[in-house]
């Protein structure tokens, strides 16, 4: 009986802690209703506070979901302008050496054309050195196959100031209209007409001085023209007229030998003078000029 006695009264002392430190419990347990009343209290919640939120909550889902596609775009637009950044670079790269080998090109064609002004420029002394050292052989020439008047001079090119000025390079100067020049006797073609009678010579018979002139239509010459038919270069030709009577009259052409000079027919750019025909036969048998025509 004791020993059942000891056993109850421990098992109480037992039991008096437990309720002790369960009471203790309740008491803290207490204090935080209390104060978790007084919070919900202070945040009470109606039903339409409730739905409000559910609203926000999935206005705010969505512009998470769309913030998330704006930052993928800003990626996406972020790496192409990174890739067009570097085509731009490598096309001004580019473009910096086709600009640095333009400007060499450039260099080397002013060297170039300045080198063919220098050229020309010394082609044109070289053209006039040989016109001034063949002006004497022509006039010669032009007075051998015919009488050139004493106030006849023969003209000599003279270029613009302006167009052959060394200061300026030929290829940006203005080109001045060609000055026109008469022509020298050596680039003339010459006709020489001649009139051959069928009857011995009436040179003893007092009408021997009063032979009647030919009418102007026999004769390739025209005095109020001045200048005689053109006759291709290196040929000769003979022109004849039907006889009208005892006479007859015919003609044969030549033109001047080329002479030794590079540069282009004179003959083109010039025109004949105005020789005087010889009109009567009987005079010009008496003074010895030739019935044939003389050849340069």
Not at 200 to 219: I, R, T, V
């Amino acid at each position: 009986m004791k020993e059942k006695l000891r056993k109850y009264k421990a098992r109480t002392m037992l039991l008096e802690q437990q309720v002790s430190q369960r009471n203790s419990q309740i008491l803290v347990l207490e204090g935080t209703i209390v104060s978790l009343k007084q919070q919900l209290a202070l945040c009470s919640r109606t039903p339409d506070d409730v739905a409000r939120e559910g609203e926000l909550r999935e206005v705010l889902s969505q512009r998470e979901k769309l913030i998330a596609t704006m930052e993928h775009q800003v990626q996406v637009l972020r790496q192409k302008l990174e890739t067009d950044s570097r085509l731009q670079r490598q096309n001004l790269q580019g473009a910096k050496r086709e600009q640095e080998s333009l400007k060499r090109q450039i260099v080397q064609a002013a060297a170039g054309i300045e080198e063919r002004d220098k050229e020309l420029r010394a082609a044109r002394l070289e053209v006039r050195r040989l016109q001034r050292h063949l002006a004497p052989g022509r006039k010669s020439l032009g007075k051998a196959l015919y009488i050139v008047p004493d106030d006849e001079e023969e003209p000599s090119y003279q270029p613009s100031p302006t167009h052959l000025s060394p200061q300026q390079p030929i290829h940006q100067q203005q080109p001045s209209p060609p000055a026109s020049r008469q022509p020298t006797p050596a680039e003339k073609i010459h006709l020489m007409l001649c009139v051959l009678s069928d009857q011995p010579s009436q040179a003893n018979s007092p009408q021997g001085d009063q032979l009647p002139d030919f009418p102007p239509h026999e004769s390739s010459f025209t005095e109020s023209d001045g200048r005689l038919p053109t006759v291709p270069e290196g040929s000769d030709a003979s022109l004849s007229t039907s006889s009208q009577g005892p006479g007859q009259l015919t003609s044969e052409s030549s033109t001047t030998t080329q002479e030794a000079e590079p540069a282009a027919p004179l003959a083109t750019h010039l025109s004949a003078p105005k020789p005087v025909p010889y009109r009567n036969t009987a005079a010009r048998a008496e003074v010895g000029l030739p019935t044939a025509i003389l050849k340069a």
